[in-house]
């Protein structure tokens, strides 16, 4: 063994040199970041109690709701199966799928944006190039997500204690575990891709995924068995049966995943260069095609707007085929059928249920249109818009390219999802696809007003974030948190009409048309007479 | 001879910074005008008005007998920009790069883009993010170079290269100036700004402390005599623009104001001179002078800037 190879081998402690400096460090810059996803993640699981209670007040009505979730696969599909009448299960059930979701996003975003984002940005070198061992920013990184993960399950824990103790720290512990099976997948992801947006929409579409085979298990068998349940850890968390006679071993598979995973991601970490992935970029193409900046804020886009159209037709086919079955289930409830009813409107259950899902696709469409509108601002940022707007393109086209893809690609996601929702219920494909145009004037209010925060205060243009967040929240929780009518309100989307089925309102759908078209207007008209911002 | 730029009495503010306190800036038709300044000065505020991404406060600026905010995109087909810091799209080639500004600009010259691609020995294939600081640098200088402008505008552009590129960059900015194009040359190598520059500007804090040819401005600065004198020197020290003055018996040392050196001679031979060492100014003490703080020195700087 030469001098030179015994050296690059380094002893263990080493590799980590650095570690709790960069946990600090990773913790100093998230501190608005982690507190945000935690509390509001912890929220809506410890809001939940007291909903359910008013919604399944008797012992009754509970019987009637375990009864109905043994019978109806769709509805088992989104929230997965009951296992027990207390409260505190219930919650588990209402709760569960949407809590590990949130801990997974939160996971995967902490762990590429310490990771992979630190590498494709150049601060890594300089980072590595002090007393940090090969390992340690991997480490911290995963350390960080982990404390996040575990302040959750404590406070999940502590907060739903009164419904018995054990199955509230089974239940927060099930929501870290699956947050930390992302993370460490997360990790594995950013070693192969040179882009960290890349590794956050593979990690993220890993994670529908595992969100579609769950709810495809428990369509298949009333008690969390099948396999594609056990497949996804989404499914594990339902299957750890929280408050329902927990089997706390489940909690190994969370664990299992997490060490291997977090293994293979070390050794892979370990065995390449820093800022460079398994999969190196291919050369281009030494004379380009690209001739306008619309053109190029196309090339820009295309990858994303391809992963979310997959995304939309998948998800369109995935609720068409639930939609037969849901209705049948939610007729038997009141109270179910009340949630329904507010998500969807009056009319027929599988008109409410398709206004439901629609709603939600709409929704989603609007965090689409947010990240596309803000490509303006993140080009901006980086230093590539000056360059651009230094040559013969005005601001304004440089913009529309950009605006076109973002408004355009919602249109086309909407179309996508109305197409697959028609393929997955077989009919009424007509209704669908109003169903879901109608979303368009609610979602473009939204891109509105990223654009007009990215063209006025571009400081603060990722508000535009949190707005979207907030929207989606009320969309998705709003109803069955019977939210006053005030808050709904705020949300654009609770002024569209609940179609199919629901009264089509055109002035409704005109004022949020002509809302966002202001919102534009005014943004572009301060894009045009402020500063353009330097790295 | 017209004016490729004109600035006057430009101010600019960021919150509480004030990037600009009344710059002024003339550039001639046809020359390659060197912008010189320390870090922070405000040369690149300066050049962002220029383009038109950042709107000044107050003050006038026109660029190519236009203005530059109102007509940016007229203008800026006109214009080819390289800044000092190169950002590229990580999955877009340097050749679709090149391509792109060239046609967002008019049009390019396919020939000199091959001929340019050649000299920098540039990889046209490679990704954005695989290119090196210096290589990147390049992809902008050979988007600018191949294009058909009148003005360019250059801020920092070498920044990366090495050695050999810079004499290839200083030959193309040589060649640009043949052609009768006009160049705006933001740098710090002194060698490039002697070389390639026919006259300075010179700022500090936002404000232009200094404009004219190199040889104007060595004129401004200090001259180191070393002499030994035949007889006890008199008088020096109340000889306007002598400044260090080191008398050890009959050596004497000093250093003088470039425009005084006629006084001090004289008054170096009425003592009788035995050897004599007079240094000129070189291009480095030139510009400290300019770049260090005012410890001192407020009352000259402002002399100077009211010249």
Known sequence: MTAATFAVRGTGSRQLAGTGTLLRFALRRDRAMIPIW??????????????????????????????????????????????????????????????????????????????????????????????????????AALLTAAVANAVLALLVAGGLAGQGAGGALAFGLGIAGVGMVFA??????????????????????LLGTAFVLRAAGDSATDDGSSVLTWVSPIGWLENLRAFADERWWVLLLFAGAAVVQGAVAYELAGRRDVGMSFLPSRPGPAEGRLATAGALAWRLQRGSVLGWSIGFLLAGVVYGGMTEGA??????????????????????????????MVGMLGLVAALYIVASVLRLHGEETSGRAEPVLANSVGRLRWAAGHLFVAFGGSVLLMLLAALGLALGYGKSAGPILAACLVQLPAIWVIGGLAVLLHGVSPRVATAAWGVAGAVLLIGWIGPALDVPQAVLDVSPFGHLPKLPGGEMEWGAVSVLTGVAVVLVGAGLAGLRRRDVISS | MTKAITVSGLHKSFGRTHALDGLDLDVESGEVHGFLG???????TTIRVLL????????????????????????????????????LWRNLSGGEVIDLYGRLRGGLDKRRRAELIERFELDPTKKGRTYSKGNRQKVALVAAFASDVDLLILDEPTSGLD??????????????????????????????????????????????VETGSLADLRHLTRTSVTAELAGPPNGLSHLPGVHDLDVQGRRVRLQVDTDKLNDVLKSLSDSGVRSLTSTPPTLEELFLRHYQDETGETGEISEVAAR
């Open chain 1, 327 to 356: 209705a049948d289930l939610v007729g038997d409830n009141d109270n179910a059928r009340e949630i329904f009813q507010r998500m969807g409107g009056q009319s027929g259950l599988t008109d409410a249920f398709l206004a439901a």
């Open chain 2, 163 to 208: 050695p050999l590129m810079e004499e290839v960059f200083q030959r193309c900015v040589a060649e640009e100036r043949e052609r009768g194009r006009t160049i705006l040359l933001s740098s710090h190598i002194l060698s490039e700004v002697e070389e390639l520059c026919d006259r300075v500007s010179i700022i500090r804090k936002g404000r232009t």
């Open chain 2, 52 to 87: 038109g991404l950042l709107r000044a406060d107050s003050g006038a600026a026109q660029v190519l007998g236009r203005d530059p905010w109102a007509d940016a995109v007229e203008l800026h087909r006109r214009i080819a920009y390289v800044p000092g810091d190169v950002t």
């Open chain 1, 184 to 205: 460490t997948m997360a990790a594995i992801v950013a070693q192969f891709t040179e882009s960290a947006r890349l590794a956050r929409g593979l990690t993220a579409g």
């Open chain 1, 38 to 139: 935690v509390g509001v993640n912890a929220l809506m699981v410890l809001s939940m109690p007291n909903t359910l209670k008013g919604l399944y007040d008797t012992a009754a009505q509970r019987a009637d709701l375990l009864r109905q979730m043994e019978t109806n696969a769709s509805l088992r599909a989104m929230t997965g199966p009951v296992f027990d009448d207390s409260l505190g299960a219930l919650t588990a059930w209402r709760a569960g799928v949407y809590a590990g979701a949130l801990a997974a996003v939160m996971s995967l975003l902490i762990v590429v944006r310490h990771t992979r984002d630190e590498e494709e940005s150049g601060r890594q070198e300089m980072i590595s190039a002090g007393m940090v061992g090969r390992r340690a920013p991997l480490t």
């Open chain 2, 38 to 44: 320390p870090n922070g000065a405000g040369k690149s």
